[in-house]
């Protein structure tokens, strides 16, 4: 790896990690302290709750788990932390999915499901392909699982443009807006990651015939 490629990798995770740091703790603040999670424990308070202390292991374990020197140097820790990744995303999924199925805002129900989903589908890839000992197929399907588990980094990201910077000045239908939006969080991220391991590398590929 070259000089300028290490200070490219080292100043990404960094920013993913502030950002992550950042935007959990200001998630934290609204959800428990600002519009609440429910009258009671069952009214969503327990899926909230579970969510938070699920999703926040493989948000935590990401960048550590890409972190080329840790998995080479120690790759019975890699191997350990990557079940509590899996663990941790499928819990995430499952309890982000009935967050989904019972959020009030009907434009934000189909996003948070489909997303919740797809995290799902890419945690149990990743999961399969490694025991198939597929190591390729297993690093491309967990770059996507992790991908997805920071969609809640890019959907404040994207709130604080939208409301903050007038990003969607074109949509006057608040409801419409933050549906908008909250499609974008995901999707857009995943689009750039195919384009980037996936759709690049394809087109650049050249088959020798003999």
């Known amino acids: 790896m070259t000089i300028s490629k290490k200070i490219y990798t080292k100043a990404f995770w960094t920013s993913i ?3 992550s740091a950042y935007y ?5 603040l609204f959800r428990f302290y600002k519009e ?4 009671t424990f069952w009214d969503k308070q327990f899926f909230y709750i579970f969510h938070l202390l699920t999703a926040v292991l493989p948000l935590m374990l990401g960048p550590l788990q890409f972190w ?8 019975k820790w890699h ?32 996003p948070v499901v489909i997303l ?11 999961w399969i392909t490694i025991r198939n000992k597929n190591i390729k197929a297993h690093r491309l399907f967990m770059i996507r699982s992790y991908t997805l588990a920071l969609s809640f980094v890019w959907l404040r990201i994207l709130s604080d443009l939208v409301y903050k910077q007038n990003l969607l000045f074109f949509i006057k239908s608040e409801e419409i807006k ?18 980037v391991i996936s759709w690049i590398p394809l087109m650049k590929y050249k088959k020798h015939i003999r």
Do not use: C, H
């Open 17 to 19: 990690i502030i950002l």
């Open 24 to 28: 959990l703790y200001r998630a934290i």
């Open 36 to 39: 609440g999670i429910g009258q």
């Open 68 to 75: 080329n020197w840790f998995r080479n140097r120690y790759t």
């Open 79 to 110: 191997r350990l932390l990557g079940k509590i990744y899996i663990i941790g995303s499928l819990l995430g999924g499952i309890s982000a999915f009935v967050l989904g199925v019972l959020q009030p805002y009907e434009g934000s129900i189909v």
């Open 116 to 126: 919740s989903l797809l995290w799902l589908f890419m945690t149990i890839a990743a």
């Open 178 to 195: 933050d549906a908008t939006y909250e499609w974008m969080s995901w999707v857009l991220p995943i689009l750039i990651v195919e384009l």
